[in-house]
């Protein structure tokens, strides 16, 4: 696009653009900002508080960034052994690292600082908690689909990358409760067959705990993590752009249309309120809610443990999975495998595993190779919503398992008897909490077929001639059984016959055999009921069957 034409003013004179008009016309030249400004900045998106759920990670993600800078002033990331003498006496003498040392003044000295550390700390868990409630809403949606798998490996990643970089963070300011996580995850790496001792030697520097450990943590919590996230933040967003946002069903809203507002300038301004919301909830948070307050506990010391350690709620899965298991041991060769201790920190990563790559199990179950913008109700998919609920039922027990002892002390309860009630529910929980959500999304199923084809209650009672007393129902509108009846109900994937007319037997593979299986397992006639069909609305109120 070349430079503006010259107007005329009103005496007939040619009138100049202005400066910012001819740096825009300048800039447009080089890098085509009006093409792109005009096919991006007016895309609509759609209205839906769900959605707002995405808004509040990035928020979050700003706010660390943001209080991370201001902290990284004045944090010194030191193990070098020092002697406190500082504003808060009941520590002075105390010998302690140069890192909790500068914690303390951070906590104490800095002005503002005890807020930022606290805004900091509870961005984090925020930050954590709106990644996962953000990924169960595209779980339970169905998001996932083409075209958006790579955006879910986008968003797995940042959930895997935001556990990591909680744990290394939360392990700078030396105190004796982050020191017995790191001492956790020591002993954890210790497990690991063969290189168990290399792999903590390399870490630690030495034996544990050494001096280099909180030296190399934080370039990583500082830098290298919070780079990659950041840089797979800005992928997620151009992908959701390019892909166009999903919708729930609705009057209007199909596979290639979109029914919403505009990015600029009504979606941004609801957007940058929200995060002065945002903002402000985690500021008066920080304010008003003590979290990890590092000078209760002191310095570590690794022949110390805290009463009642427990870590960020995001790793109580993993830590809860290592104190419910049994401590089994294999001593072979002179070398003992403590199974007791690898097993579970062998599962965490392989459940998070499986969750990254689910839409691609999904896809090659179903074979469906279509584009997918509408969201699916979760009723509708009652397997994929009865495991994402499995999932969550089995992280809830986790966590109970993970802090046995605080539950144990406030509840007055046996700590083996809830260790043995997590090893139980372990199994038994996810399965139950399967079958049951299994059971309600076919139950919701069956009441939208009743509302489509009878109508919604009224509450108004009518008296037949006859002397029957029914209820009065209310016709649906063409757009709320549209909603109701729009979702598709997949055919199960079948392996066909195994002989053909010719009386010749096929071959068919153990991954098409499995395939089948699952896919009967997900969509077939006994996980979902069928939808009206026009004919059967027509027969019911052609005889006047909605009262």
């Known amino acids: 696009m070349g430079a503006r034409s010259v107007g005329a003013g009103r005496n007939g004179r040619p009138v100049q653009p202005a400066k910012g008009e001819r740096l825009a016309d300048w800039a447009d030249g080089r890098l085509g900002l009006y093409p792109m400004a005009k096919t991006n900045l007016r895309k609509v998106f759609p209205d839906h508080w769900s959605f707002m759920l995405g808004e509040v990670c990035l928020y979050s993600f700003i706010v660390l960034i943001l209080t991370g800078v201001y902290l990284t002033l004045f944090f010194e990331p030191s193990g070098i052994e020092v002697v406190y003498n500082g504003s808060y006496e009941p520590l002075n003498g105390v010998i302690m690292t140069r ?33 996962l409630v953000h990924m169960m809403r595209v779980f339970f949606t169905g998001a996932f689909r083409k075209p958006r798998e790579v955006n879910w490996v986008f968003g797995w990643t940042l959930l895997f990358l935001g556990i990591i970089t909680g744990l290394t963070g939360y392990s700078l300011p030396d105190d004796l409760l982050s020191g017995t996580g790191v001492r956790f995850a020591q002993g954890a790496i210790l497990s690991v067959p063969v290189v168990g001792t290399y792999l903590s030697f390399f870490l630690f520097g030495g034996e544990f705990p050494g001096h280099d450990i909180i030296p190399r943590f934080f370039p990583i919590h500082v830098l290298l993590l919070p780079g990659i996230m950041l840089g797979l933040v800005v992928a997620h967003l151009i992908l959701v752009f390019y892909h166009k946002h999903t919708q729930y069903p609705g009057a209007g809203r199909d596979q290639k249309s979109v029914v919403g507002m505009p990015f600029m300038p009504v979606y941004m301004a609801k957007a940058g309120g929200f995060f002065f919301l945002v903002f402000g909830v985690l500021s008066m948070m920080g304010a008003i809610a003590t ?82 913008h509408i969201l699916d109700r979760p009723r509708n998919a009652p397997t ?110 079948e392996v066909g016959p195994l002989v053909d007319a010719n009386g010749v037997t096929r071959r068919v593979g153990p991954s098409r055999k499995l395939r089948a299986r699952l896919a009967r397992a997900m969509y077939g006639p006994d996980t979902q009921i069928p939808k009206p069909t026009a004919e059967e609305y027509r027969e019911l109120t052609s005889e006047d069957h909605h009262h």
């Open 99 to 131: 890192a909790y040392e500068s914690t303390l003044d951070i906590s104490f000295d800095v002005r503002g600082g005890l807020l930022i550390r606290q805004i900091h700390h509870w961005a984090a868990l925020v930050f954590v908690a709106g990644m």
């Open 291 to 372: 979290v990890n307050p590092v000078w209760a506990f002191g310095p570590y010391r690794p022949d110390v443990v805290t009463t009642g350690a427990q870590p960020d709620w995001y790793l109580g899965f993993s830590e809860g999975l290592i104190r419910v298991m049994p401590g089994w041991e294999i001593n072979a060769f002179g070398h003992t495998l403590a199974l007791g201790v690898f097993i579970p920190f062998s599962l965490f990563p392989l459940i998070m595993l499986a969750i990254g790559v689910y839409p691609f199990i999904e896809a090659w179950i179903t074979g469906d190779t279509r584009e997918h």
């Open 384 to 493: 994929r919503t009865g495991l994402g609920v499995a999932w969550l039922s089995l992280y809830g027990v986790l966590l109970i398992g993970g802090g046995n002892d605080i539950v144990a002390t406030h509840l007055h309860l046996s700590i083996n008897s809830i260790t043995w009630f997590v090893r139980i529910s372990f199994f038994a929980v996810p399965v139950l909490a399967f079958v049951v959500t299994r059971r309600i999304c076919m139950g919701l199923q069956r009441r939208d077929r009743d509302k489509v084809l009878h109508g919604r209650e009224s509450g108004t009672i009518k008296r037949l001639p006859h002397g029957e007393f029914v209820e009065v129902h209310e016709p649906l509108t063409q757009a709320q059984r549209f909603a109701l009846t729009q979702h598709e109900q997949a055919t199960p994937y």
